[in-house]
């Protein structure tokens, strides 16, 4: 008997960027597809498809995670946030300094920068490099990144 997929299509609700969404999602569904085309939210972008360039980084439940990675059935009422939720200040450091070239990995890094903004202790323990090695960038060489991340959190601390 042929298998019938929709069977195993499974309902999550999660919050998306302060909103409650629901979709119907198969098993092998990932967050980055149901985000950008279920629903149509393109800033989040596709890199290697395999966890290992960070273009594709959302918050989840605060914490950066590869979306390419991530089955949706597992965010059910979870939190996820995109570079969509951001204002244009909360972007605007890291376009001044340079971190930004082809804008590939720009989206990505957008997001772990965030997560670091609200969370400048991390950066007791690892610096920005460290925490950022996760989001590849093949055209800045880092240093626009690593400035446009300290001016960030200099804003947040009134540094
Ligand atoms: S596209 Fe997800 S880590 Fe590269
Ligand atoms: S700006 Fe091109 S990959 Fe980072």
């Not at 395999?50 to 594709?56: I, L, N, T």
């Not at 089955?71 to 059910?76: A, D, F, G, N």
């Not at 570079?83 to 204002?87: A, H, I, M, T, W």
């Not at 930004?100 to 990995?105: F, K, M, N, V």
């Given at each position: 008997m042929a298998h019938d997929a929709r069977e195993d299509t499974v309902h999550v609700e999660f919050t998306l960027n302060g909103k409650v969404v629901s979709v119907e999602a198969q098993p092998a569904d990932r967050l980055l597809d149901t985000i950008r085309?279920?629903?149509?939210?393109?800033g989040t972008k596709e890199g290697c498809?395999?966890?290992?360039?960070?273009?594709?980084t959302v918050l989840l439940d605060g914490l950066p995670a590869n979306s390419c990675l991530v089955?949706?059935?597992?965010?059910?009422g979870r939190t996820v946030e995109t570079?969509?939720?951001?204002?244009e200040e909360d972007v605007a450091p890291l376009l001044r300094t340079g971190a930004?070239?082809?804008?590939?990995?720009t989206p990505g890094v957008v997001m772990t920068a965030t997560w670091i903004r609200r969370h400048p202790e991390v950066l007791e323990a690892q610096g920005i490099r460290a925490l950022m090695a996760g989001n590849l960038c093949r055209?800045?060489?880092y240093d626009g990144i690593v400035e446009g991340v300290e001016a960030l959190v200099a804003r947040e601390t009134g540094g």
């Open positions: 085309y279920g629903l149509a939210l393109p498809g395999e966890g290992e360039c960070g273009s594709c089955p949706t059935y597992q965010v059910r570079v969509e939720s951001l204002s930004t070239q082809c804008g590939a990995c055209c800045t060489g």
